[in-house]
Structure formats: C-alpha cells, structure tokens
C-alpha cells in the first residue's frame, strides 16, 4: 500500500479520501420492565448453545442505564434531558438491535456491548470499538450507541466493544491500559463464538483513551485491516507535561507508578514502539483539544512516516477533544478510509 502522510485541515484530507458528506431515565418504567423480560429471554435462548470452553457467557437485550447510575462525570457532560432523548431514540428504533455481554478475560468476568442490524442472514464485517475514559466515566451507555454505533450498523457492519474491567459491574480493576489491555484483545476470541461475524473482516475505531487502548492492541498484530483513532492518547511522558494534573490518576490506577513510571508509560506510549505497528491508521484530531493536545496525533503521524507505515492524519480547525459536532463528517470519512484501505489490499 501506498505510505501517505499529510498534515493538513480535514478539508483537504477528504479530498484526498473522496470522503461524501452527509449526513434518564426512562420515561415510562412498564417499557423497561418490558425490555427486562425480553432480555431474560435472549439471554435464556442464546447461553443454551453456548460451547463448553466459551468465553463468551451471557448476551441480553441491552437496557439503557438508569440516569443516577451514570458517573458524575458523564452526567455533567449529558444532562437528564438530553439523555431522556437518547432512551426515546433508542425505544423508536426498529431495525437495530443492541446486547450486553458478559465475557472472560484472565480470571475475571468483563461487560460488554454488541450492536447489529435485526435479522442478520449472513456474516457481518466488524467494527471494534474502544471507549474512552477511565473507570466508569465514560463507559458505553445509550448516547454511545446512538452516537458511535448506529451509523455503523446502519452501514452493514456489527459492533462490538468492552467497558473495560472494573466498569459497569465487571470485575476486576482498570489499570487504564494495563492488564486491561486484554479485555480488547480477549473481544477477537468472542467475535469467533458470533455466528453473524466476518472475523476476516475486522476494523477498529478509538477515541481518546480507547485509542490508546487500540494502538496496543495493534502492537500485539490483531487481525484488523484499518484503524481509526480520533483524539489519541500516543505518548504519556508528553502528556504529563502537559497535563500535570492528571499525575495523581495515573499514580492511582497505574500499577507501580510512580516507582516505575518509566515502564508503565512506555507501555501505554506508541510514540516508543511505532516500528511495531503495521496496520493502516487515520488519525484525526482537533487542533483546539485541550484535554488531549493535538501534538500527541501529529507526533505519532511524523514517527509513523518515518518508519514507511501507512497513515493519514486530518486535523479539523476549532475541534475540541470530543469533536461531537464533526462526528457525522467523521463517520463517513472512516468509511471511506476503510473502503480505501480493503480495495488497496484486494
């Protein structure tokens, strides 16, 4: 393939792209203890099949969060209203259909999510999503699947993606990019249990946090054709400088930090082993980010280039860290890279 690399304003990289453009609570509780009953029963009627040595252990209809268990953190950035509006939308729709899962990784029992189109007949392609966040802010909840999900499947594909350890019930601690990392690595084993799943298919999209998370799973050469990271964390030692507030969480929920902070960093920076990473990636951030500074894409981008491996990098002017009023232009523009990137590998 093609080595390309270009910084530049994300106008310009959808020219290059040939990217197209376009586009709580619940309100009534006798529809969610009617959701409840259904989950039972997919949970009941899927987990009969399931293989003895399956690590996948229990899918049910996904159930919107009830608004008071949300983070703090989320909830100031999701009032009760707007999220009110995320459950109508999620009641209304009719032709997707969203399942938590319970599955193994290590010792410990990890919450999931799967997204699909209503009576799937043939093996979907795949789009593996990592969250940001740490702990229970911002964990996957109906705004995510409305937001980051559903255009996807809407497209054909089938979603999957972890809450990490420790979140959302899980068990287990986040380590926020620890032994956490194989709570991704652990979801390809269950994409094999799916009957509705192209495993040769498989494409993977990250933000912030989670496209650390991604970057690492790369680095381990998972079978994923493109990749794309939006607002990536790629170089902790630059964070830190620039953040220094965030030093007391990573001493918290890093292990053996601050003692071996070298280490620990090292492993959850891919500026420090970009010669490991092989698979195709867009990078996209927001040059106005001020909780992941734009620098940590560019950087990657420029260390990528150096070592001939394929990727692009768009940087939309004003973008802040969450980039949710480009998030259809982005989107579609994933889209496209993926389009490009499996015709070139054809």
């Not at 593996?128 to 740490?134: A, D, Q, T, V």
Request: proline letters at 5%; one cysteine or more; charged letters at 20%.
């Amino acid at each position: 393939m093609r080595n390309n690399y270009i910084i530049c304003g994300l106008v310009l990289l959808l020219m290059c792209l040939n990217a197209l453009h376009y586009i709580g609570r619940q309100s009534c509780r006798a529809q969610r203890n009617d959701r409840e009953v259904e989950a039972r029963h997919i949970a009941s009627s899927q987990n009969e099949s399931r293989p003895m040595n399956s690590i996948l252990l229990m899918t049910a209809l996904f159930v919107p969060h009830d608004y008071s268990t949300l983070d703090p953190f989320d909830q100031e950035q999701l009032p009760h209203q707007k999220y009110v509006k995320c459950i109508d939308w999620y009641q209304q729709i009719d032709d997707a259909e969203f399942l938590s899962i319970t599955y193994v990784s290590d010792e410990y029992q990890i919450k999931g999510i799967i997204g699909k189109p209503k009576n799937v007949t043939h093996p979907l392609p795949v789009i593996l999503y990592n969250r940001g966040g740490s702990n229970n802010a911002g964990k996957i909840n109906v705004k995510t699947l409305r937001d980051k999900f559903y255009y996807w499947i809407q497209k054909g594909y089938m979603v999957i993606a972890s809450q990490y350890r420790g979140t959302d019930g899980g068990q287990g601690t986040d380590e926020l990019g620890g032994a956490d990392i194989a709570d991704v690595l652990n979801l390809f084993q269950v994409l094999k249990e799916l009957p509705y799943a192209d495993t040769n298919n498989i494409y993977m999209i990250g933000h912030s946090r989670g496209a650390m998370m991604g970057l690492m799973a790369l680095r381990e050469q998972v079978p994923v054709k493109a990749a794309v990271f939006t607002g990536a964390v790629t170089d902790y030692f630059a964070l830190e400088k620039l953040r220094p507030d965030l030093i007391p969480l990573f001493n918290t929920m890093i292990p053996g930090m601050p003692e071996h902070k070298e280490e620990a960093y090292t492993r959850r920076s891919a500026i420090r082993w970009v010669n490991e990473i092989n698979t195709p990636i867009l990078l996209i951030h927001g040059d106005a980010d001020t909780v992941i500074n734009v620098s940590q894409s560019i950087t990657l981008a420029q260390e990528l280039e150096k070592y001939s491996k394929p990727c692009w990098l768009g940087i939309y002017p004003d973008g802040d860290h969450a980039l949710a009023k480009q998030m259809d232009e982005i989107n579609e523009t994933a889209w496209e890279w993926f389009g490009m990137v499996s015709a070139d590998i054809k």
